[in-house]
């Protein structure tokens, strides 16, 4: 199992800011860090011909759902897109590919050269953002 890898949920709507994000990952991936891509069934053919020129692994976004048996496929595609994504995008995990994965919006890009210890600490364990939300308790707590 990898310890860190790049990871996008994405549908053909978006495949022209798919391909500035793999550009962008392709210029500036200095570890060269796996980036990973799951999209619609219907999808697949057509992502890897727009990204054949980049070192990406772009798979049917179902093997995702295939890993947790307890999801129920037919309710997730009732549900919005969005919404879908984002189950989709916590469920990656499920597949065993990589202890850690930071998840990309397609229209998202990379402007500058980044390593793994970008994200990673010396001890393997992922940076991440946490805040107080003060605002947000204080907001409720005038508003009861």
């Not at 200095?30 to 990204?51: T, W």
């Not at 990589?98 to 600490?121: G, Q, T």
Request: hydrophobic residues 40%; glycine residues 2%.
């Amino acid at each position: 199992m990898l310890n860190f890898v790049l990871y996008c949920c994405t549908f053909r709507k978006d495949l022209l800011r798919t391909v500035k994000l793999a550009e962008s990952i392709h210029k500036h991936n200095k570890n060269k860090i796996p980036f990973y891509i799951s999209v619609p069934a219907d999808d697949v053919e057509l992502f890897k011909k727009y990204l054949k020129e980049f070192d990406v692994i772009i798979f049917d976004e179902k093997d995702i759902f295939v890993a947790n048996p307890k999801l129920n496929i037919q309710q997730l595609y009732e549900i919005r897109g969005g919404l879908r994504q984002q189950v989709i995008k916590s469920e990656f995990w499920r597949l065993g590919i990589s202890e850690n994965y930071l998840v990309l919006d397609s229209d998202c890009i990379f402007i500058k050269d980044f390593l793994r210890s970008d994200f990673l600490a010396a001890d393997g364990n992922p940076y991440t953002v946490i805040y107080q939300n003060k605002e947000f308790f204080q907001f409720i707590l005038t508003n009861e």
